[in-house]
């Protein structure tokens, strides 16, 4: 619409012009999203890295709300060296800002 209206083309430009033109601003945008993405930890498994860096496993399980005593209750009889560390949600809000991580 911006371009249309300025009239930055100085002349007709048909209208699957300013489609490619939407399809390249948007295709570069998801590019440009994923580079980030790609670059930076996510903030669910940044409070581990360390460990995982110690080379420990990070098993992450997602159950129904008022199964997470059933669940415990098996990992502790399966595997009693797994250490339970919290239980939090799954949603990710991106208009939150992350929590800072520690300096490594």
């Given at each position: 619409w911006y371009l249309s209206w300025t009239n930055a083309f100085a002349g007709h430009t048909s209208f699957l012009m300013y489609v490619a033109i939407f399809g390249f601003v948007t295709l570069f945008g998801?590019?440009?999203?994923?580079?980030?993405?790609?670059?930076?930890?996510?903030?669910?498994i940044a409070r581990y890295h360390d460990a995982i860096e110690a080379g420990?496993?990070?098993?992450?399980?997602?159950?129904?709300?008022?199964?997470?005593?059933?669940?415990?209750?098996?990992?502790?009889?399966?595997?009693?060296e797994?250490?339970?560390?919290?239980i939090g949600s799954t949603f990710i809000?991106?208009?939150?800002?992350?929590?800072?991580?520690?300096a490594h």
């Open positions: 998801v590019w440009a999203g994923g580079m980030v993405g790609l670059a930076t930890e996510n903030q669910k420990k496993f990070l098993v992450m399980l997602d159950v129904k709300a008022g199964e997470e005593e059933k669940l415990k209750d098996l990992m502790a009889s399966s595997h009693p797994a250490e339970f560390q919290r809000n991106p208009f939150k800002l992350a929590p800072s991580a520690p």
